[in-house]
Every structure is written in structure tokens, then in C-alpha cells.
């Protein structure tokens, strides 16, 4: 008889063992053109164009500096609609109660989660409340939906050779923030957890040519840029000086042996525009409120399809590749 393979902490990574479970389980169980393509958010026909996407979140701790499991439970889910172009309209929230959790914890995470619905526009219409045995912990799942607005059409395959590659701010602040928590390390590093609908707008109404966008997060951006250089067949080359990292990020990554490209955000998206709008979408980003430091970081080129690459500051050249194995497991 074979070995049974077991389900193993890598395949909750967000890396090579997570996709390879997508793709050998789920994706040939739930096959459809939709769900083939593995976008931020699904697009399906409607009476206007919608977009659907669903998350779950199982964060540890449940509080967290810059934020908690409710905020992040609606910033997940809206950001995944507005890096398709979305405007993201509707939340179904399904929480998993864990007996034990303290009724204030709950109050304070739900009412974060309201907030941060109203900050972002969106209405929570439908939700679920389930009690399992544990030992005080919370799950959350929440799905959502968008409207997609005529002509907008922003994906993971439309990377084009020229693009501009630009980050709407600093790397790796929320895997930072909680891994410091957990380790009882004093530092002032927060989550950067919040929504994106500001920048996205603002960059939807300016006009700029937008061929892809995708958040930052598990994985971080060096597993981000590997999937999308191999979804649009194309080649990012990156400049490793113009990398925005906080100094106290950067020595914590640097203690732990951890690297700031693999760890993950909540509030930070990149975003792959036309060459001649690259300075002006900055500028808008910047001038939003979640887009403090956003940097044009590299370019798309047509060298060799499907990778990507860090040109570092003595001169060589680092390949990315998607994160594998464990990475940091509940930072989202
Ligand atoms: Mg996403």
C-alpha cells in the first residue's frame, strides 16, 4: 500500500505547496473558467459586471498593533475585489467561535470589523455565527461583491512588457507586527491592515492606463511578482535600492534571518501601469491614505518569460521565486 499523503503546515503557506493543493484538489473538484484563471476576485456576467471573492481568517493573536482579526477580515476580502477594478459593495461575514472566547474580545473585533466596513463602503448583508470546542480562539470568513465598471479590465495575465512596477508603500509591516507580538518582542512595527479602495479610485479616476494590480500579501511581493511574471508571460526585473523597507522592519528582519521580499502585508498593493503614467500614479497613491512611501520599483521586460529578479545594490542579480514551505503560519 503507498504512503497517504497528509495535509502538512506548508499547504497554508500562500507558497509552492498551497498552489500545488489548489491545484491538484480544489481546482479539478470546483473546475470553471472563473476559478481556473485564480485571480484577487472572480468577474462574472450580470446585469453589470460582477466580482465575488471569499476569505477566511484565523490570525493568532486576535489583537494585534495596527489592527485585529476584524479589520483584517474585511480588508482581505474588499482588497481582493479592488485589485480586479471592483468596487467592492457587499460582505457576507461567517464567524467560528472557539468556546472560551471572552464576550468583550468578541464585541471589540466586531465592532472593528463594522468600522472598518464603513471605512471601505461596504455593507455587511449576511452573516453566520457557529460555536465549536477550543480554547477561546475566533475564525472569520467573509465573502464579498463588487461591481466591475465598463472598460475596466485589470488581471493577473495583463502584465505588459514596459510597465511600470510600482508599491503603494513599505514591505513585510504586518508579518513583521505579528511575529514580533508573538515572540514578545518590544517594538513600535505595526500592521499595515487597511483597506484600498482610496488609491484605487483615485487611480480609476485619473484615468491611468492600470493593466494589473494585486495585493500584498501572504507570501509577500516575491511570490506576488513570480505568479504574475508567469500568469502574463512576461520577465520583472526590480531595483533592490528604491525597495521600500522601515528601518525598524529591516533590523528585525535582519535579527531573525527573515526577508523583508517573502513577508507578508495587509494594506499595500502593486500595481503594473502604462510607462508614461508610472510618476503620476505615484503621485496619486502618495497622496491617499494608506500610500506613505508608494515607489516605482522596477520595470516589466520581455527577457525570459516568467521570472522575476531583484538587480541588487553591488551589482548581481536575484532570481525570485514563489515562497516554499511554512513561511509564517495565522498572520492572516
Ligand atoms: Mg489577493
Redesign the pocket.
Known sequence: MSQEKKITMAHGSGGRATNDLIREIFAQAFTNPVLDAME?AAVVPGNEKIAFTTDSFVVEPLEFPGGDIGRLSVCGTV??LL?RGAVPKYLTCGFVLQEGLDIGLLERIVKSLAATAREAGVEVVAGDTKVVEGNGGLIINTAGVGFVPENVCISASNCRVGDAILVSGNLGDHHAAILSRRMGISNTIESDCAPLGEMVGALLQAGIRLHCL??I?RGGLGTVLKELAEASQVTMALDETRLPIDVQVRDFCGLMGLDPMYMGNEGKLVAFVAPEDAVRACELISSCAYGNNATIIGAVTDEKSGEAYVNTSIGGKRVLDVLFGEGLPRIC
Open positions: 484577487d482588497n481582493d485589485m494585486r495585493d500579501t
